[in-house]
């Protein structure tokens, strides 16, 4: 037993004793601090549990929409689980392969740590993708960082930028994580929610938009930030050029930073185009844009992601990511450096993933919304991503929620829709501010980047479902 433990057993006294007694022939316990042990009856045992419970900048610390329905499905086992954001069929050849190489490889160098601020031949391939796209050359080594997932691009920028009491604008329904990281930075989210201009009929995400009026006057002089999210998690909204170029001038007006999340990016289906609010005038300036290699390649368990902006922005990022995270995995960016090289000999191919993806999704999308209409949901059909939110409230006479004990109906709805149908969703009012949390409440997300015969299974059994309740 080690001396530090053996303390830990004695009492407080007894070890001050022994503590004297060893210090005095040895001298090497000087710096041990003594360890006080709290009795379970004593009144400092509430002084204990005080002192350790979850910092107040955490609120109330519950448990995230993705820990509990990933655990959820663990216990309900679904058919079909389009919850969580991820494909359940394998990536490209070309970048399984990838990864499989370096770990097998001559080179040892590709297992050890790498260039703390993105691997070298990874950030220069985002530049290879990127510089193009944004219209200007854009720096490897000091215009990009290479992040743990988007999740760690948008934490860097968040708490990198943002200060105690500083606003920041966020549009709802909205990544969950962008509430909790502002509030860790100390800042104060605002929320403004997109709402659908139209309730009846065939509805995109394009029918649901903000209020320009509202969103102007949530700007002003504290406001440090927007984060947008486009193409957007979860309706699949594509933010139009007008769109953008409106939240481009209040960020001019009154000197904002866009955090702009654009993991879906490779995602858009055709005629929408997604638009890149740094390469609106005057907005590469102000501008972070975050990707995914997750999202871009069908590799969600790689949790690579990146950043891009100017340089004295980026600066910013490095300074939290160098000592909260310091480097990423180096096979996996060798491995998505790789399969950037894969695409960009083939850019201009119909056959390269970043064109191709979308491609394979849009007969998927189409599916699902079909089956979503005929099965008494009202999708809202996506223009973008592999979400797609639907209105259920149609079916509210048919389940009965009331021995559901969640205080939100969506919760309500897609717990005991996956104990009935065996199919798992997600709910949209984890996307929304406690204020505004009655806004997703009709609403459940459907992931459709799934096999063909987990859709096929998901139209069975929600036919059978309302077969059963007729
Ligand atoms: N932003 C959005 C909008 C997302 O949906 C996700 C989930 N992919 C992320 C960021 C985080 O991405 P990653 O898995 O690369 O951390
Ligand atoms: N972005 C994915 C989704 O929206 C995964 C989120 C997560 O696992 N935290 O489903």
Same mark, same amino acid.
């Given at each position: 037993m080690s001396l530090t433990l053996l303390l830990r057993r004695l009492s407080y006294?007894? %070890?001050q004793t022994l503590l004297a007694a060893v210090s005095a022939h040895t001298g090497i316990v000087k710096q041990i601090k003594p360890v006080q042990i709290v009795r379970n009856n004593s009144k400092q045992a509430g002084v204990?549990?005080?002192?350790? %419970?979850? #910092?107040?900048?955490?609120?109330?610390?519950e448990k995230s929409v993705w820990v509990e329905y990933i655990q959820l499905n663990l216990e309900y086992k679904p058919a079909v689980n389009l919850g969580q954001g991820f494909p359940d069929y394998h990536a490209p050849d070309h970048v399984r392969k990838a990864l499989a190489d370096i770990a097998v490889g001559d080179n040892p160098l590709l297992n050890q740590y790498t260039r703390g601020f993105g691997h070298p031949r990874l950030v220069q391939n985002l %530049?290879?993708?990127? %510089? #193009?796209?944004?219209?200007? *050359?854009?720096?490897?080594? /000091? *215009?990009i960082l290479v992040s743990s997932g988007a999740y760690e691009a948008l934490f860097s920028s968040i708490l990198g930028h943002v200060d105690t009491g500083d606003e920041v604008i966020v549009i709802e329904p909205f990544f969950d994580c962008y509430d909790f990281m502002i509030r860790s930075a100390g800042g104060i989210p605002r929320f403004i929610p997109l709402t659908p201009k139209k309730t009846s009929g065939d509805i995109t995400s394009a029918d649901w938009v903000l209020d320009e009026k509202e969103l102007e006057k949530m700007f002003n002089s504290r406001t440090k930030m927007i984060i947008l999210n486009t193409p957007h998690n979860p309706l699949g909204k594509v933010f139009t050029q007008r769109e953008l170029e409106l939240i481009a001038d209040l960020c001019k007006k009154h000197n904002v930073l866009c955090l702009s999340d654009e993991v879906y990016e490779w995602m858009v289906y055709e005629p929408n185009k997604h638009i890149r609010i740094a390469t609106l005038p005057?907005?590469?300036e102000r501008t972070i844009t975050v990707g995914s290699a997750g999202k871009t390649f069908s590799v969600t368990g790689w949790k690579i992601g990146w950043a891009y902006g #100017?340089? /004295?922005?980026?600066? /910013?990022?490095?300074?939290?990511?160098?000592n909260c995270v310091y480097t990423c995995c180096t096979p996996v960016q060798e491995?998505?450096?790789?399969?950037?090289?894969? *695409?960009?000999?083939?850019?201009n191919s119909p056959d390269c993933y970043l064109v191709a993806l979308k491609r394979e999704l849009l007969p998927k999308r189409d599916y699902l919304v079909k089956i979503l209409k005929e099965n008494g949901f009202k999708p809202t059909v996506p223009e973008a991503g592999y979400f797609i939110v639907a209105d259920w409230t149609q079916l509210e006479n048919k389940i009965d929620l009331s021995q559901e004990p969640d205080k939100y109906k969506d919760y309500r709805f897609t717990k005991k829709f996956a104990k009935e149908a065996s199919l798992l969703g997600i709910p949209p009012s984890a996307f929304y501010s406690e204020d505004h949390k009655y806004l997703g409440e009709n609403f459940a997300r459907f992931c459709f980047i799934k096999k063909d015969e987990n859709l096929e299974m998901t139209e069975k059994l929600m036919k059978q479902w309302n077969a059963k309740k007729k």
């Open positions: 006294q007894r %070890s204990m549990s005080d002192k350790f %419970s979850l #910092p107040t900048r955490y609120g109330t610390g %530049s290879k993708i990127y %510089s #193009p796209l944004i219209g200007r *050359e854009i720096d490897p080594f /000091n *215009e005057g907005m590469w #100017p340089a /004295n922005l980026m600066r /910013n990022l490095q300074v939290v990511h160098q491995a998505v450096a790789r399969s950037f090289d894969y *695409e960009l000999a083939r850019i």
